[in-house]
């Protein structure tokens, strides 16, 4: 596999009506979700070759998603089909084009009970590189399969991707959350991380500042997205902001997978060795993805595909940030 991602397959619940907080919203509408999902059918859309590990429920929705997932083109053989829990739920309400609210129903839910005896170790001993995120390290025993997976992946000298994906619903505490993704850093290759996950793990909101605590930490590469202004990267020569491509945005969900998805493409097909001279245009790419993503409703369904992206960056439209 070019990456494996492990973690979170769930179902959100998009709000019908948007610009709503949660007390007013009417009815919600279930569509496939969860970050490293996401990402893996980011990449396969971007004509990487991908797989999925995680678990879902043993119902209906949970059946749904495998399915959706092997129709996106992703490797299913990790799922893991749970027979005591059921498909985690998201509840999303939408107050504004750029912020989501979330309600997790998930108590416990079928993804956080994945074990790491239940882990392909075929598919973490072979792939490029292995992504996870933060959710799967919020309860046991899917932190320690995390642990256990990124291990697995070492041995083949894969390369290992973080995105933070901070749900504070999720944690006993901002404390909790951010001692249990301090302690992947030293594994962790490339991290990606939003400003308010940057202020989270270094209790500073400078993005050159503390992007550069993080380095520190372990990770080659430190990315922090900044939604409609672009993103900022801290290699080990070169750092620098990447402004965004100016887009009608619509709704920002996905967008963060969208790109990590695509920052992943680009640094297999070079290599982490070559990151310093290659990083501006993987990065360039991965904006436009994530910008395309914002033009549409939902997660998956809007993901671009490798011709799309290629096309919206022959037309560079104007950037912006
Ligand atoms: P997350 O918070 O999930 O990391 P962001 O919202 O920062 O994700 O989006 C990831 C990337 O997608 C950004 O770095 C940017 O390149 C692109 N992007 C997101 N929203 C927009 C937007 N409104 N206009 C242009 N690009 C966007």
Redesign the pocket.
Known sequence: MDFVTLGELLIDMFPAETGRRFSKVTAFMPKPGGAPANVAVAGARLGARTAFIGKVGQDFFGESLADTLRRQGVETRGIRFDADARTTLALIAQPSAQLNEYIFYRNPGADQRLRADELDRELLTTTRALHVGSLALSAEPSRSATFEAVRLAKQNRALISFDVNYRPALWRSAHDARAQSMALLPEVDLL?V?ETELELLTNVAEVEKGSAMLRARGPKLVIV????A??YFRAAQASGFVK??A?N?VD?TG??D??VGALLTQVIKFGMAQLDARIWDALRF??AA??L??TRRGAIPALPTLQEVNDFLRQAPPATG
């Not at 997205?225 to 409609?228: I, K, S, V, Y």
Request: glycine share 18%.
């Open positions: 990606k939003n997205t900044l939604g409609a672009g993103s965004a491509f887009v945005a920002s967008c963060g969208a790109f991965a904006n994530g910008a993503t914002s």
